[in-house]
């Protein structure tokens, strides 16, 4: 669920301060060990890179979590930043009533 009054954590952020900073970890380390560029961890800290699933699944692997954690902070960022660019747009979007594939024949 995205919080309602708040950009959810990126996960560079969590990368950083829940995961390299209590283990004493550099970047160049963590890069190394899981067989990226520093430069990949440094943008995805940064914000400025995505978590794409290559990467969800060296840092799961890593750090004994799962794809999915990584891939799920992930979309929540993303969801975010996508509801907060196009809200107007989706409020203008009627509902359906009743779906048309159920209805009786």
Not at 52 to 58: G, I, K, L, N, Y
Request: hydrophobic share 40%; proline share 10%; net charge positive.
């Amino acid at each position: 669920m995205l919080p309602k009054n708040r950009r959810p954590t990126p996960p560079g952020e969590i990368l950083r301060y829940e995961f390299l900073e209590p283990l004493g970890m550099t970047q160049l380390q963590l890069a190394t060990a899981i067989g990226i560029t520093r430069v990949r961890i440094n943008e995805i800290i940064l914000g400025k890179r995505s978590i794409t699933p290559d990467t969800a699944f060296r840092l799961a692997q890593y750090f004994n979590t799962t794809p999915n954690f990584w891939l799920g902070l992930q979309m929540d960022v993303d969801m975010w930043d996508t509801l907060q660019r196009n809200a107007g747009v989706y409020k203008k979007i009627p509902s359906a009533k009743k779906h048309p594939a159920s209805a009786p024949c």
